[in-house]
């Protein structure tokens, strides 16, 4: 008995602390609302004067469109090694690949074949267009081995006639010549010939080339970057070079298909960033259209029967409101220096639904203070029940993306940085220009006018919304209402059966969770930003039917080596090269055998055979004769570009490299990616490393399974602290963390059925859910608790608490997730890479929050749910959709967890 007491002693100071703050957030709102109907025109003044000072943020606008600075920690191995290559190096050349496919039964290394290769080869050389001011050509774009040089020439199988007409045409066998001539004759280092032949090349018995469907050759850019508005980091120069010759490309391959019966296909860098560019950009019309569906939603939902107590133009107050927090959050951020990203332009129909479900809160208890008699009081009154609702959804929200901010992908970080600031800014316009906006419309009502027509007056009569028996309530709802408050409690609670079909439906959706989360794969390819149709996506299907999908270039880095003392590291990495299972095969190219090896042959006295070396006292100056341009072999000007003379002069290197090329394998998925980065980097570890540009984003592979863990641990603990305080239960509040589990797994889970993978863009839908799924469950637990059930056996209390809590808030929990799928409904006609995800990752978010927390919870709170607050009433039959004598009430649709009070349970009787 004693334990008893000190329990509920125990109980009661908790339910008392949380009853205080409860308390004290209402009299803050009550103060507020004081003001807000004080002062309407002030208050809107003062709203939009807030958003002119945020939008100067504009002028400081920067957006980052590198999808690398979006995608990879800065901190990152990778990144540091990426500083290290363009401080010596600069960036990578630009590979740009013209692709030649011919028909079924034409043989490309036919000399007529060979020769409409050569005409593509000198029409690309000829094409010209104007950038900022100066002509631009090949030989202005082409890469060089130094500024002096000429181009680096192309490769490809004209290399057999220096990619000159003149040579061609004289062979009166071409593909005799291409199987006499050794391919290492022609270019010494690189990749072998059946780089650029085709994989479908046929070859006789004795090896030699037959025939073959598809050939390239390519062409290597100069990479400059710098700032391009709407662009990015980029060599405006070749950029647009690549775009102008790949889309003239594509308008000539019907007459070249009728003419040669082949057809040329480029591509470049180029090109495929301009189609990811635009593909955003068309979407951009989804956002407008996703505000265009709420507004009709919104003015829909707040409705009524009749015109004088409609407020269907509060749904245009509250999409302008939400634009105006949306734009004053990003005009802040702009301010402070946070730059705009791909991602970020989704974030303007997450806080659509989140900010609607604010005003539906406002209006629903504005509906049920309908026996308040000034419009004045009773806009204050539905402000102080509302505020608390309204603040418990904000706060979670903000905390889980407070929480996402902490990690280290730098798309997320700032994604959460942006939702941050305009969840708040969405939570003050509701409290503040929406609110002013509705007082001057219940004045509006007060004075009988019409809702849209506000200059129309009308009658009570014509005015209000006439029940069956002849009463009329202002605040009557709809079926929706009847649906959710009345059918699904008693169809899902109202029997065994119905309790343990949601039970086992539960289990299948956990179950094929948890079996779907073991075959989520990570992986990022910048080529699905490319929308399905884009005349780049042929080129990209020539490349992966004939050239064994993408190769990726790669180096291995030497810096702080002797390097006359230490030529066996150089030649050491080669050795590890050709071995190792993630590099093409034959595609290694290290200067430091090509330089020994002509040593051997050109300067026999420097060549010290019993150490297997070049003379250390020789080597420079030898170097410098082989890497001259005027006397040096073809194989050494290659190498030029592989090594990095001191600085002050002398005969020093501080950098080199040798080049090799990653297995496409490496990019079929995140796994095989990290696991080739790893080897690589363990074979490589000691005063060198391996590089590729990819490694930028497979770095990110490796946080991403960590940083999703730690950022849902730190969401979901920090939301199970704040709901534990607002509804004082702990039982409860761990209740609602694993339903909110639930859906973060069947997310995880399912992401494999819907064609989702795991990477940046993913990843932050994840870390979303936890502060938009919190939303369906917290208010149905609280809901719980404020009633009392003294009629039957225990478990039956339970249950017609956890129908009241369904008939209370159900509604307005299906009506929140309603609003946000409409929001980003538009998402699913996206053609771009990230909206797609976002909308199929939200169409999880919504479905499984509803379902954990609107069905699964009430029915697990009908066995374990605790016991309901001390001061709780009485539940009555009216309230209650499990009891004989319940009369479709009308249903209260508050967001809130602390219900309005009990006398606003009767607003349904006939209004006086």
């Known amino acids: 008995m004693t334990s008893e007491k000190k329990d509920n002693s125990i109980k009661a100071r908790i339910e008392h602390l949380s009853a205080a703050l409860h308390n004290g957030t209402e009299r803050f709102f009550e103060k507020l609302g004081g003001l807000v109907v004080n002062y309407p025109g002030a208050t809107i003044g003062l709203c939009l004067l807030f958003v002119v000072i945020m939008a ?9 469109l590198a999808a690398d600075k979006q995608f990879t920690p800065r901190d990152s191995q990778a990144v540091n090694e990426e500083t290290w290559v363009v401080d010596r190096f600069g960036h990578e050349n630009r590979p740009v690949y013209l692709q030649v496919e011919a028909d079924d039964g034409t043989n490309m290394l036919t000399k007529a074949s060979l020769l409409y290769m050569q005409e593509m080869h000198e029409w690309l050389l000829s094409q010209s267009l104007i950038v900022d001011g100066e002509d631009v050509t090949y030989n202005v774009v082409c890469a060089r081995y130094t500024k002096d040089d000429d181009c680096k020439s192309p490769v490809s199988v004209l290399s057999y006639w220096q990619h000159n007409r003149t040579l061609l045409e004289a062979d009166p066998n071409p593909l005799s010549t291409i199987n006499s001539v050794d391919w290492r004759d022609i270019e010494p280092s690189g990749p072998p010939l059946s780089y650029y032949v085709g994989s479908d090349a046929v070859r006789d018995a004795s090896g030699a080339l037959v025939s073959t469907r598809a050939t390239r050759i390519i062409y290597n850019l100069k990479n400059e970057k710098e700032d391009i508005s709407g662009v990015g980091n980029d060599d405006p120069q070749s950029r647009y070079f690549e775009i102008l010759v790949a889309e003239k490309s594509a308008d000539r391959r019907s007459a070249d298909r009728q003419a040669h019966s082949a057809e040329t296909y480029i591509l470049t860098e180029g090109e495929e960033a301009e189609a990811g560019i635009e593909a955003g950009q068309d979407d951009i019309a989804s956002l407008f259209i996703g505000y265009f569906l709420m507004l009709f939603y919104a003015s829909f939902v707040l409705s009524r029967g009749r015109v004088k107590y409609s407020h269907s133009i509060l749904g245009l107050v509250s999409v302008v409101s939400i634009g105006l927090s949306t734009f004053s959050a990003y ?3 702009w301010y402070i220096g946070i730059k705009f990203n791909t991602v970020v332009q989704v974030l ?14 406002i209006m629903d208890s504005w509906w049920d203070c309908s026996e308040i008699p000034t419009m004045k009081e009773r806009m204050i009154a539905a402000l102080k029940h509302a505020g608390p609702a309204v603040t418990i959804t904000s706060v979670t929200d903000l905390i889980a993306f407070l929480a996402g901010s902490s990690t280290e992908l730098p798309a997320l970080r700032d994604f959460c940085y942006y939702a941050t600031f305009g969840i708040l800014f969405v939570f ?3 409290c503040t220009f929406v609110v002013a906006f509705a007082y001057l419309d219940s004045v509006r009502q007060e004075r009988g006018r019409s809702d849209i027509l506000c200059c129309v007056p009308v009658d009570d009569e014509t005015g209000v919304c006439v029940k069956k028996d002849g009463s009329w309530t202002e605040g009557e709802k709809g079926i929706q209402n009847r649906i959710v408050g009345t059918h699904m409690p008693r169809l899902v609670l109202g029997t065994l059966v119905g309790k343990v079909v949601v ?26 930003f490319i929308p399905d149709g884009d005349a780049i996506e042929d080129a990209m299907d020539v490349r992966d039917t004939y050239f064994n999908g993408q190769s990726l270039p790669a180096n291995v880095y030497f810096s702080d080596i002797n390097y006359p003392q230490e030529q066996d590291t150089v030649l050491n990495a080669g050795s590890v090269l050709r071995k190792n299972i993630w590099v093409t095969q034959n595609s290694t190219s290290s200067w430091m055998e090509d330089f020994q090896q002509w040593v051997k042959k050109e300067h026999v006295a420097d060549w010290d055979q019993s150490a297997g070396r070049i003379v250390p006292s020789q080597f420079y100056r030898l170097l410098r004769v082989f890497a001259s341009t005027a006397t040096g072999p073809r194989s050494a000007w290659q190498h030029i570009d592989n090594i990095r003379w001191s600085s002050n002069g002398s005969d020093s290197l501080v950098a080199s490299r040798v080049g090799f090329l990653i297995v496409g394998d490496a990019l079929a998925n995140g796994e095989n990616a990290v696991d080739c980065m790893d080897n690589l980097r363990a074979e490589l570890s000691g005063s060198e490393f391996p590089w590729a540009f990819m490694f930028l984003f497979w770095e990110s592979y490796k946080l991403m399974v960590p940083e ?13 602290v704040l709901v534990t305080i607002m509804i004082a239960n702990v039982q409860l509040g761990l209740l609602v963390t694993l339903a909110i589990g639930c859906v973060d797994v069947c997310m995880l889970g399912f992401m494999p059925f819907i064609g989702v993978e795991l990477n940046g863009v993913s990843v932050i839908c994840i870390v979303l859910a936890v502060g938009l799924s919190v939303d369906y469950s917290v208010h149905i637990a609280g809901a719980f608790l404020h009633v009392k059930c003294e009629d039957g056996d225990e478990h039956s209390g339970r249950t017609q608490r956890a129908a009241f809590a369904l008939w209370k808030m159900g509604p307005a929990v299906v009506n929140g997730g309603t609003s946000t799928f409409i929001a980003v409904m538009p998402l699913a006609f996206a053609v771009s890479y990230v909206f797609s995800v976002f909308f199929r990752m939200f169409a999880l978010i919504i479905f499984f929050g509803q379902w954990f927390g609107v069905f699964l919870l009430p029915v697990v709170l009908s066995f374990v749910g605790p016991d309901a607050y001390l001061t709780a009433p009485e539940l009555k039959p009216r309230e209650n959709p499990l009891h004989p004598e319940h009369d479709d009430p009308v249903a209260t649709t508050t967001k809130g967890t602390t219900p309005v009070d009990v006398e606003m ?4 009787e006939a209004h006086p």
Not at 56 to 64: A, D, F, K, M, N
Not at 348 to 361: A, N, Q, R
Not at 708 to 720: D, E, K, L, P, Y
Request: net charge negative; hydrophobic share 50%.
């Open 331 to 333: 005009g802040l951020c």
């Open 348 to 361: 303007v129909l997450v806080l659509l639904g989140v900010g609607i479900d604010d005003t539906f809160v």
């Open 905 to 908: 349970a009767e607003v349904s």
């Open 428 to 430: 003050f316009f509701q």
């Open 56 to 64: 100067q943020g504009v002028w400081l606008y920067e957006e980052e």
């Open 708 to 720: 999703i863990t730690q950022n849902v641990a730190i969401a979901g603990s920090c939301v199970f």
């Open 503 to 528: 039970i086992l439906i539960s289990c299948l959706l956990f179950g094929l969770g948890i079996y779907g989360c073991t075959k989520v794969k990570m992986n990022f390819n910048q080529e699905w």
